[in-house]
C-alpha cells in the first residue's frame, strides 16, 4: 500500500500533483519510482515485526526535505535516531540556553508517521558547544551542569523518546578502559550511573542505553556489555546494549553472536543502533554484494536474538551517509544508494527478517 496519499496530505494531494505536474520529468521520476517501490515492496518493519525487532534509520532534517525520501522512510521504518539533532551542540548553544526546534520537527516527523524514537546521545565526548571547551569546571560544577542537561533535554521530551543513548563511546580505543574525556576528568567514573540515574528520573517509560562501537576486535562489545550489566545490577536504570556496528569492510559475527548472548544472559536488551559499512572506493558490484552479506549477517544475528529488539541503520541512503565526509575515498553502504534506489544490502536485510530459519525466536 503507497503511503504517498498520507504523505502528500501535509501539502495537499491537489497542490502536491500541480506541483508534480510542474515539475519536468526527470525531477518527477524519483518520487514515481520511490512510489513503485513502496507499492511492490513489503515494509521492512512489517517483516520484522514477526521477530520483535523496529527497523530503523539514523535521520536528520535534511533527511525529510524530499517527498520520495519521506515515502521510504513512512513505508518501511518504524523507528528512527535522530543523527545530530538531539546533540550538545544542537541543543545546548549557550549555558543554559536550550533549543528544540530541530528535535520538535523531526519528532513530529516520526510521530505523523507513527515511528518510535531513538535519542541521541545525552553524554558524548565530541559535537559539544565551544562554551563548554573552554570552561574549567569543578566536580560539582560538572556534576550539576550534566543533571540540568539531561533533565532539560530528557524532560522537553519525555513521553516521545522511547530509547535514549544516554552514555555514547565511553571506553578508550586501546582498550584502557573509559576514555578521557570532559566528564571522566572532571567527575570521574561515576558519570555514567549518573547520568542513567538523571535520565531516569526524567522520563521514567524511556528505554535507557549504553552505545559504543567495536574496537575492531571486540574488546570495546565486551567491555560495553559489562559495564551496562555491572551498572543494572547495582541498581542503576540501565535497560540495554547498543551496539553501534560501523563496519568497515570485515565482520566477526560469531563474535557479534557471543555478546549479544552473554548481554541477554545479563538481563539487558540489545540494540544494533548504527549499522552501515564503508569500502575503499570506487563503488563495484563485489563491494555492493560483500556489504550485503555483511549487513545482512547482522540483520540475521539480530532476528535470531530475542533480546535484539532493534536494528537501525546509520543513514537513510548512501546520500546521507556520514562516511564520504569523514573517511574520504571510502564508499559507503547503507540499503538505498544515492539515487534512492534499493541496494542489494536492503535485500539482504529483508530476506534476513523473511526467512523463518533465522528466527530462532519462540
Ligand atoms: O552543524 C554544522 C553546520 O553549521 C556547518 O555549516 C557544517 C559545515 O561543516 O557542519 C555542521 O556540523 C556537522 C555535524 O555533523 C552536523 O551536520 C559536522 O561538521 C560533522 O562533523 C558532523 O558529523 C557527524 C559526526 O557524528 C560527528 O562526529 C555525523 O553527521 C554523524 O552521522 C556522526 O554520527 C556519529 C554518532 O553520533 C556516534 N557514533 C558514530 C557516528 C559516526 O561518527
Given at each position: 500500500m503507497?503511503?504517498?496519499?498520507?504523505?502528500?496530505?501535509?501539502?495537499?494531494?491537489?497542490?502536491?500533483?500541480?506541483?508534480?505536474?510542474?515539475?519536468d520529468?526527470?525531477?518527477?521520476?524519483?518520487?514515481?519510482?520511490?512510489?513503485?517501490?513502496?507499492?511492490?515492496?513489503?515494509?521492512?518493519?512489517?517483516?520484522?515485526d514477526?521477530?520483535?525487532?523496529s527497523?530503523?534509520?539514523?535521520?536528520?532534517t535534511?533527511?525529510?526535505?524530499?517527498?520520495?525520501?519521506?515515502?521510504?522512510?513512512?513505508?518501511?521504518?518504524d523507528?528512527?535516531?535522530l543523527?545530530?539533532?538531539?546533540?550538545?551542540?544542537?541543543?545546548?548553544?549557550?549555558?543554559?540556553?536550550?533549543?528544540?526546534?530541530?528535535?520538535?520537527?523531526?519528532?513530529?516527523?516520526?510521530?505523523?508517521?507513527?515511528?518510535?524514537v531513538?535519542?541521541?546521545?545525552?553524554?558524548?565526548?565530541?559535537?559539544l558547544?565551544?562554551?563548554l571547551?573552554d570552561?574549567?569546571?569543578?566536580?560539582?560544577?560538572a556534576?550539576?551542569?550534566?543533571?540540568?542537561h539531561?533533565?532539560?533535554?530528557?524532560?522537553?521530551?519525555?513521553?516521545?523518546?522511547?530509547?535514549?543513548?544516554?552514555?555514547?563511546?565511553?571506553?578508550?580505543?586501546?582498550?584502557?578502559g573509559l576514555r578521557p574525556?570532559?566528564?571522566?576528568?572532571?567527575?570521574?567514573?561515576?558519570?555514567?550511573?549518573m547520568a542513567?540515574?538523571?535520565?531516569?528520573?526524567?522520563?521514567?517509560?524511556?528505554?535507557?542505553?549504553l552505545n559504543?562501537?567495536?574496537?575492531?576486535?571486540?574488546?570495546?562489545?565486551?567491555?560495553?556489555?559489562?559495564?551496562?550489566?555491572?551498572?543494572?545490577?547495582?541498581?542503576?536504570?540501565?535497560?540495554?546494549?547498543g551496539?553501534?556496528?560501523?563496519l568497515?569492510g570485515?565482520l566477526?559475527?560469531?563474535?557479534?553472536?557471543?555478546q549479544?548472548?552473554r548481554?541477554?544472559?545479563?538481563?539487558?536488551?540489545?540494540?544494533?543502533?548504527?549499522?552501515?559499512?564503508?569500502?575503499?572506493?570506487?563503488?563495484?558490484?563485489?563491494?555492493?554484494?560483500?556489504?550485503a552479506?555483511?549487513?545482512?549477517?547482522?540483520?540475521?544475528?539480530?532476528?535470531?536474538?530475542?533480546?535484539?529488539?532493534?536494528?537501525?541503520?546509520?543513514?537513510?541512503?548512501?546520500?546521507?551517509?556520514?562516511i564520504p565526509?569523514?573517511?574520504?575515498?571510502?564508499?559507503?553502504?547503507?540499503l538505498?544508494?544515492?539515487?534512492?534506489?534499493?541496494?542489494?544490502?536492503f535485500?539482504?536485510?529483508?530476506?534476513?527478517?523473511?526467512?523463518?530459519?533465522?528466527?530462532?525466536?519462540?
Open positions: 503507497s503511503v504517498l496519499p498520507a504523505l502528500v496530505a501535509g501539502v495537499g494531494l491537489a497542490a502536491a500533483s500541480a506541483v508534480a505536474g510542474a515539475l520529468a526527470i525531477e518527477v521520476e524519483p518520487l514515481a519510482g520511490a512510489v513503485r517501490h513502496t507499492e511492490r515492496t513489503e515494509p521492512l518493519h512489517a517483516l520484522a514477526a521477530h520483535d525487532v527497523v530503523g534509520v539514523a535521520i536528520g535534511s533527511s525529510i526535505d524530499e517527498i520520495e525520501e519521506r515515502v521510504l522512510l513512512a513505508h518501511h521504518f523507528i528512527v535516531t543523527e545530530n539533532e538531539l546533540k550538545w551542540e544542537v541543543v545546548h548553544p549557550a549555558p543554559g540556553e536550550f533549543d528544540f526546534s530541530r528535535s520538535d520537527e523531526l519528532i513530529d516527523f516520526a510521530e505523523t508517521h507513527g515511528m518510535a531513538r535519542g541521541h546521545t545525552l553524554v558524548w565526548h565530541r559535537q558547544p565551544t562554551w571547551d570552561r574549567p569546571m569543578t566536580a560539582q560544577q556534576s550539576a551542569l550534566l543533571e540540568r539531561i533533565t532539560e533535554v530528557v524532560g522537553h521530551h519525555a513521553g516521545r523518546i522511547d530509547q535514549w543513548d544516554v552514555v555514547n563511546e565511553p571506553f578508550a580505543d586501546d582498550g584502557s574525556s570532559v566528564w571522566l576528568d572532571t567527575i570521574g567514573p561515576e558519570y555514567v550511573a542513567f540515574e538523571h535520565a531516569h528520573a526524567a522520563d521514567p517509560g524511556a528505554r535507557l542505553f559504543d562501537y567495536d574496537g575492531w576486535n571486540g574488546a570495546k562489545y565486551v567491555q560495553l556489555v559489562d559495564l551496562a550489566a555491572d551498572l543494572l545490577a547495582d541498581g542503576v536504570p540501565v535497560h540495554g546494549a551496539f553501534q556496528l560501523h568497515a570485515s566477526d559475527v560469531e563474535m557479534i553472536v557471543e549479544v548472548r548481554a541477554e544472559r545479563l538481563g539487558l536488551e540489545v540494540a544494533f543502533t548504527e549499522v552501515d559499512d564503508r569500502s575503499p572506493a570506487p563503488m563495484t558490484d563485489t563491494i555492493r554484494r560483500a556489504q552479506d555483511r549487513i545482512g549477517a547482522l540483520a540475521r544475528t539480530c532476528a535470531a536474538s530475542p533480546a535484539c529488539r532493534s536494528f537501525v541503520v546509520w543513514g537513510l541512503s548512501d546520500g546521507h551517509s556520514w565526509e569523514h573517511f574520504p575515498g571510502e564508499v559507503p553502504g547503507t538505498f544508494d544515492a539515487e534512492l534506489a534499493p541496494t542489494p544490502a535485500h539482504a536485510v529483508a530476506a534476513a527478517f523473511t526467512s523463518p530459519s533465522h528466527t530462532g525466536r519462540s
